[in-house]
């Protein structure tokens, strides 16, 4: 039925929270649309030093009208009442935003595997991964501040900041100065299909997409090994894991 409000303000309290809601949504979908199209026509380095100089000055404008209109206080550019909670909360706080993260990558690979099927699904979420790995990198390099030689020591860090690290269990062998294997021994997804009695996953195309280029992102000299990944074969204490190595000559 044809809703009869005309604009805005003929909005009850609750048709305009669903408004609002709506309206956020809306700006995330125009942002990935604005960082897509850069990219598009400029190539991922360009499109990702741009997203730096936007999100600095997108996010220091958009919380401080937020801060003005719902009453919070900022501290350092950040809302203090985050600043402000317990640690066990924080921590909480950072699971739940990874879990939902989870979530909404498993409900975008639904809805189209229900509507176009399997193949359709995993060619659509390699394809995403090919993309989010190399932001994710991006991501945690300016976080930790990691150069872009920083080698295997620096991948090892930037893979225990990864949204994976907060809500699976993962490990780390070293092999020697030259190469070192990552473990995924507790993977949300495979633990939950195992839990009921369903085969795993097959992920390793999309892993062999995303952490290669999540290594090449941290540094371009990181060659990946896949040992293991779902459909293959892997004993119990892990699901996938991959070695990474630093090449002898630069991919420059």
Partial sequence: ???????????????????????LTRIV??????????????????ALEIFEKATEKSFSIGLKRFADVLGFEL????PKVLMDMKEENIDALMAAVAKNW???????????????GMNDAKRCNDSCWAQFSPYEAFAIKKFLKLNDGCGLAGLKKALNFR??????????????????????NDCRVQSAR???????YPCKSAGL???AYFARGIDKRIETECIGCPPDIHPEDWFCAWRFKLSNQSNE
């Avoid at 501290?75 to 950040?78: A, K, N, P, S």
């Fill in 1 to 23: 039925m044809e809703n009869e409000n005309e604009n805005f303000s003929d909005l009850n309290k609750s048709m305009k929270t669903r408004l609002i809601v709506d309206m």
């Fill in 29 to 46: 979908v125009h942002y990935s649309f604005w960082f897509t199209e850069v990219r598009h026509q400029m190539g991922m380095e360009k």
């Fill in 75 to 78: 501290e350092d550019g950040l």
């Fill in 102 to 116: 989870l979530v909404n990558d498993g409900v975008w690979f639904q809805a189209v595997e229900f509507d176009n």
């Fill in 163 to 184: 949204m994976y690290s907060i809500i699976n269990k993962q490990s780390i062998v070293d092999e020697g100065p030259e190469s070192f294997i990552f473990q995924m």
């Fill in 194 to 200: 195992k839990r009921k009695k369903l085969d795993d």
């Fill in 209 to 211: 997409v995303e952490y």
